[in-house]
């Protein structure tokens, strides 16, 4: 099953913050993240163990909360560049088969 | 030169027709998946291959069958192509540790 992404879509000025949430009904090993721009492929952005740990680099950073089948992508100060679709991969076991939810499109404006 | 190469990157073809995306990867991954990606649904698995001898369904394969040839190689037929397989198609390999997947760069397909 699908994992839910919320909200879909999002409108940003440059600087500002964001976040991304990914929730899934199932118990989850592993959460994925990726940025795809337009007419690109996908590209990873970070991966989430099963543990509750949060990772994160530069201005981009994620949290999983296993309990309840949660994941957030934290986005601050937003660049430009940071404009795309974001789509979470939810992993149930560590066979590393994903379901991806139906992505989150970013947009920043200067 | 690109790690995960898709050939064609675009195709036009009619209802009926027998086709044929290829996947290659320089990248030594073991791990191989056919994706298929609609406006609005994300990514859907059609196909993944832990190993040459390992082939496996995904969500939708209804319609679609694969062929791993070699480590490097991943294909996926339509044996007989009707208009709602019309989609963008990504080809994704990753290893055992890391796990992060790699993209190819997609392969467009239209089916008339």
């Known amino acids: 099953q699908q994992p839910v992404q919320s909200p879909q879509a999002v409108i940003l000025r440059e600087g500002e913050d964001a976040v991304i949430n990914c929730s899934s009904s199932k118990a989850l090993y592993s959460v994925h993240w990726y940025r795809q721009k337009h007419g690109e492929a996908p590209v990873f952005l970070m991966i989430l163990l099963k543990g509750g740990e949060q990772k994160g680099h530069d201005k981009i950073s994620a949290s999983f909360n296993e309990k309840k089948q949660q994941s957030s992508l934290y986005l601050t100060a937003s660049q430009l560049s940071y404009s795309g679709t974001y789509f979470c991969?939810?992993?149930?076991?560590?066979?590393?088969?994903?379901?991806f939810g139906k992505g989150t499109l970013l947009t920043v404006n200067p | 030169d690109a790690d995960v190469t898709q050939t064609p990157r675009n195709r036009i073809t009619k209802t009926g027709k027998r086709i044929m995306l290829e996947c290659s990867q320089t990248k030594g991954h073991d791990r191989m998946y056919w994706y298929r990606q609609d406006p609005g649904l994300g990514l859907q698995l059609i196909y993944y291959?832990?190993?040459?001898?390992?082939?496996n369904k995904g969500e939708i394969s209804d319609g679609y069958s694969v062929s791993r040839q070699a480590q490097a190689k991943f294909s996926l037929s339509l044996e007989s192509a009707i208009p709602n397989q019309t989609a963008l198609y990504f080809c994704?390999?990753?290893?055992?540790?890391?796990?992060?997947?790699?993209f190819g760069p997609g392969t467009r397909l239209t089916v008339l």
């Open positions: 991969g939810t992993g149930e076991g560590s066979n590393y088969k994903l379901t």
């Open positions: 291959s832990f190993d040459v001898k390992d082939i």
């Open positions: 994704a390999t990753s290893d055992l540790v890391r796990n992060e997947q790699f």
